[in-house]
């Protein structure tokens, strides 16, 4: 038996040493061995401005090409027929605004064959952040049971939103006492987050549970929710569209009968995107957000994603906190601004400083 078995381990051996030349010649078949018959002529993904013009080089391998197209972010910019050379074009990223987008160049055959060479483009701000520091102007007390949410005035009424599961409601607050005059509670099962007020209504967030609750703003009676894909966390509103966070550097404009997107902004800085994007303030025509995690609050153009400033929270955090948890909350009303975080035992009415001005 085992004489069999040697016997078959040889002849297993010798199999394997006589295909191996055909296994590697597989292997080693790839886009070097065998161009494709359009190619850009760099290999790594692009990092650019906005509005700073690309210079494309893209190669001709292949005389038999019919058609070839420049596509980027699903958009056909540039077509070319029986191309035969070598192409060079100017190529303006910023069209699509900020954020991360594919550049394709798609080489159609004589025969209807398709090819194609994809990258990845990057589109930085090109504006260099303002650093805005913190003055203090007045304190209040915050219940450090209020995990918060969203912070919002309605005339001179404060609103707050609270999250954690069983724990999560909308209330009325007394901006003097920190108390809460009239709330509701959601159901043990939400987790609420941002909230903003539009109209009569409030609107409240929940951040795994792809719903929006709706409120009459005097009683705080739910009215209906709206459905939505994905997780929430801030809310504000422009007075036309409600504005809303999800945790990553997307900020979504919404339509607040339907609740549907109109459109959606990705938000960078000169050195990349600015993501756990939380509550938000809509404040002088300028997105106010705070940045999980951290004591900043970025300041951001609605038009475009792009930051303009930065603002160092730190020292409320020292003096607010408390026990509590991170930076969350900010508050405008009648030019003054109020700021707050989860558990903190103090609200604050601040003014902002560019740094130069200090």
């Known amino acids: 038996m085992k004489k069999y078995l040697i016997i078959g381990f040889i002849l297993l051996f010798a ?30 993904n692009l ?45 303006n990223a910023g069209f699509y605004g900020l954020g991360t987008r594919s550049l394709r160049l798609l080489a159609t055959l004589k025969d209807g064959s398709t090819f194609l060479d994809e990258r990845m483009v990057r589109v930085l701000s090109d504006v260099i952040p303002e650093i805005w520091t913190i003055e203090t102007v007045n304190v209040y007390p915050h219940s450090p049971t209020s995990f918060t949410q969203g912070l919002e005035f ?9 999250g954690q599961r069983g724990a999560s409601m909308v209330a009325q607050v007394d901006l003097t006492s920190g108390q809460a005059i009239k709330k509701i509670g959601l159901d043990g099962s939400y987790f609420g987050e941002g909230i903003t007020i539009f109209g009569d209504e409030v609107f409240q967030l929940t951040w795994q549970e792809q719903k929006c609750f709706i409120y009459n703003k005097k009683t705080l009676e739910l009215k209906k929710d ?22 990553t550097e997307r900020i979504t404009f919404r339509d607040p009968k339907t609740f549907q997107i109109q459109r959606t902004i990705e938000v960078f800085s000169h050195l990349g995107p600015v993501a756990n994007l939380n ?13 999980w995690m951290t004591n900043k609050i970025a300041v951001i153009d609605p038009r475009n994603g792009k930051v303009l400033a930065e603002i160092d929270a730190t020292s409320l955090v020292k003096e607010g906190k408390g026990k509590g948890d991170v930076l969350n909350g900010i508050a405008s009303n009648n030019g003054k601004i109020y700021l707050t975080g989860k558990n903190w035992i103090k609200l604050f009415e601040v003014k902002l400083r560019k740094l130069a001005d200090v």
């Open 279 to 291: 509550e938000l303030e809509y404040i002088d025509e300028l997105i106010y957000a705070n940045v």
């Open 15 to 44: 199999l394997v040493f006589l295909l191996s030349p055909l296994l590697k010649g597989n292997e080693g078949a790839t886009n070097e061995d065998a161009p494709m018959p359009a190619a850009f002529s760099f290999k790594d």
């Open 226 to 247: 709206l459905p939505y894909v994905g997780e929430g966390w801030g809310l504000c509103n422009d007075g036309a569209s409600l504005i809303m966070s999800d945790g």
């Open 154 to 162: 309605d005339g001179n009424q404060l609103y707050e939103g609270t």
């Open 47 to 91: 990092a650019t401005k906005w509005n700073e013009t690309i210079d494309l080089d893209i190669l001709i391998n292949q005389q038999d090409i019919e058609k070839l197209e420049l596509i980027y972010n699903d958009s056909t910019f540039s077509t070319w027929l029986k191309p035969k050379k070598r192409i060079q074009c100017n190529f």
